[in-house]
């Protein structure tokens, strides 16, 4: 489907950053199958509070857009409630082809694409419910301020209307929460069982497309969909990977005694869904149960995509987002991709990131991957 793709950004924001943004979003756009037609992104320091883009950008925008067919819009940002309404509002007094979401909806949209547990799909349903359920109680609003509210009796019907609709919301979320809770039981009894089977578990987090699966798939040798997508990962999935013991003198050790040298330890790894900028504490907290195979692991592998212009953002985000869900057991940054990369790049950024004590390796090409390992090793025993 063709699209109009639209933001706002403060007057001092950098034009790198604005760039940034809009390739994000775009990227964001073509994840879930769609064309960008028009875009546009327009310095304002405060949104408009009707429209957020503001009336004459946004049908400057919709103009443009009609003569390519497009038929959507998306505003690069989340938006109010009533602020989508309206928009939906003026396109719908304009009888366009049009319908507007804003940059939640899309990624919702595209969870709901990558879906494939059933876990998964109850998560997005109450993210959904979650994030558009406000718009709803919005439209009330409007419906009982305006005609239809003029006299007594309709506008007793139009708020009648909300009530039910938000009671009808309400029992349908702690419907999902219910059995959302669940697959959390089942879960939780599963790490205890690894836990006594003295089994350790590695997570891994990082940005959407940092390459945590593919990294996945370099230590387990499992085959998880890895893609350049954003969010091509959604449920979770473990792994197990083998790690040898440490032999100082292999020689030595091997005569000496020969099960040490055979012996290692199995860990599992769990790959599970990226973060993105802005993503509201409520859409989290719907895929709390993924995310907690994360939380409760032994150590964190934050995957970071080293080639990425945005990278330090991008670690702020990741780590912010970790902390307010909680986790804080001891992690290595793992910088991927350097296989994009020049030696001097590289070494430029091993200094500029030392104090993170980083691991700088290629899921792809594999180097680095011992460092990783090892850093692993020492880590758990
Ligand atoms: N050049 C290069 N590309 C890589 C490397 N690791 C991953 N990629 C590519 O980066 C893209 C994203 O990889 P994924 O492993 O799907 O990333 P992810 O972090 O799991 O992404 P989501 O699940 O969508 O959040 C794919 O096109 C991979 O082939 C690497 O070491 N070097
Ligand atoms: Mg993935």
Do not use: C
């Not at 505003?75 to 940059?103: M, V």
């Amino acid at each position: 489907m063709k699209t109009i793709i639209v933001d706002i950004a403060p007057r001092n924001t950098k034009t790198e950053d604005l760039e940034a943004r809009m390739i994000e979003l775009e990227s964001l756009v073509s994840t879930y199958g769609d064309t960008v037609v028009v875009k546009r992104i327009q310095k304002r320091d405060t949104p408009d509070y009707h429209t957020y883009v503001g009336i004459g950008k946004l049908e400057e925008m919709i103009n443009a857009g009609e003569e390519l067919g497009a038929e959507r819009i998306i505003i690069g940002n989340i938006l109010k409630p009533a602020q989508i309404y309206h928009i939906n509002e003026i396109l719908r007094e304009r009888k366009s082809k049009i319908q507007a979401w804003d940059r939640i909806d899309l990624i919702l949209k595209i969870f709901d694409q990558h879906a494939h547990s059933p876990e998964a799909k109850l998560q997005i349903e109450l993210a959904s419910i979650r994030h558009m359920g406000p718009r709803i109680f919005g439209m009330g609003m409007e419906l009982s301020r305006q005609g239809w509210g003029g006299s007594g009796a309709m506008r007793g019907l139009g708020e009648t209307n909300t009530e039910i609709m938000k009671r009808h919301l309400r029992d349908h979320e702690l419907k999902i929460i219910e059995k959302l809770e669940r697959y959390a039981k089942t879960r939780s009894e599963h790490r205890k069982s690894r836990k006594r089977k003295d089994l350790k578990t590695v997570g891994i987090v990082g940005y959407t497309n940092a390459g945590k699966s593919t990294l996945m798939n370099t230590l387990t040798h499992k085959w998880v969909l890895a893609e350049d997508k954003l969010f091509a990962t959604l449920g979770t999935s473990v792994g197990k990977m083998w790690l040898e013991n440490k032999v100082e003198n292999k020689k030595q050790k091997v005569s000496e005694d020969f099960s040490t040298y055979a012996h290692g330890k199995e860990i599992l790894i769990n790959d599970t869904i990226g973060f993105i900028r802005d993503l509201p504490p409520e859409l989290i907290r719907a895929f709390s149960s993924t995310l907690e195979d994360s939380i409760e692991a032994d150590i964190l592998l934050h995957v970071i995509d080293a080639s990425d212009p945005k990278v330090l953002e991008k670690i702020d985000i990741v780590d912010t987002t970790l902390s307010n869900i909680g986790a804080e057991q001891p992690r290595i940054y793992v910088f991927n991709k350097i296989d994009n990369m020049s030696e001097l790049a590289i070494l430029m950024m091993r200094e500029q990131f030392a104090e993170l004590n980083p691991i700088f390796l290629s899921a792809v090409s594999k180097r680095g991957i011992e460092e990783l390992k090892e850093r692993i090793r020492e880590m758990v025993e």
